[in-house]
């Protein structure tokens, strides 16, 4: 099994709305990752988890909130957002932080009104 | 900051033409460098990888990759692509991206 998977694939929001985007995988990988990506653009990383632990946040606002409840598992909490935070958001995992090659999920489309 | 640039931004070619995108990497840091590609309505895909060693890498799809230390640089062919080439191409150094290729192929 090579796959990431994500859910939802799409996801509506209001501004004061509190939702979550989940992320799994089961090829034993130690990092997952968290990428913004709009269109036309090349992926954004947000957070790297290394062992379960937060290794990376790359100056990510705090309506954005990940979570790391197993190695299998990524979330990403989203609360109070804003319109322009409408993007795919893509969940990536890979044996080693950095250093091997990244599976990417389908992504979650996120439309924020 | 360990960054990629790629060059081109839109390439359109005919079917059978061969295929060359460029990245150039900066200098310094980890040399972990992969091209990945990005089909319509699809995920993000691994074509190849270079960490170290033979300089001229081969992937999936007919696509190779020749990494230059000389040049800082890691670019992509493929002799004779296929209309089903038509994708985004994404050079990226450990966990970052270049800006993107959209390779648009003419049947």
């Known amino acids: 099994d090579t796959e990431v998977t994500q859910t939802p694939k799409h996801l509506v929001m209001g501004m004061t709305n509190k939702k979550s985007l989940k992320c799994e995988q089961h090829?034993?990988?130690?990092?997952m990752y968290w990428y913004k990506q709009k269109a036309k653009k090349p992926p954004e990383l947000m957070f790297v988890?290394?062992?379960?632990?937060?290794?990376i946040n790359e100056s990510v606002p705090s309506r954005f909130s990940p979570e790391c409840p197993n190695s299998s598992l990524l979330n990403l909490h989203l609360h109070a957002l804003q319109p322009e935070d409408s993007a795919l958001y893509l969940c990536?995992?890979?044996?080693?932080?950095?250093?091997?090659?990244?599976?990417f999920g389908q992504g979650t489309r996120l439309t924020v009104v | 900051a360990q960054s990629v640039s790629q060059h081109n931004h839109h390439v359109i070619l005919s079917e059978a033409a061969s295929l060359e995108l460029g990245c150039n990497y900066s200098y310094g840091g980890t040399v972990n460098l992969f091209w990945y590609v990005q089909y319509p309505g699809q995920h993000l895909q691994l074509l190849l990888k270079y960490f170290s060693g033979d300089p001229l890498v081969k992937g999936i799809k007919g696509f190779e990759a020749e990494f230059i230390k000389s040049k800082f640089s890691f670019n992509l062919r493929k002799p004779s692509v296929q209309w089903s080439d038509t994708a985004e191409y994404f050079c990226?150094?450990?966990?970052?991206f270049g800006a993107g290729t959209t390779v648009t192929v003419r049947a």
């Open positions: 990226a150094r450990v966990l970052s």
């Open positions: 990536a995992s890979s044996q080693l932080a950095g250093r091997t090659e990244a599976f």
């Open positions: 090829m034993g990988h130690r990092a």
């Open positions: 988890y290394s062992y379960e632990k937060l290794s």
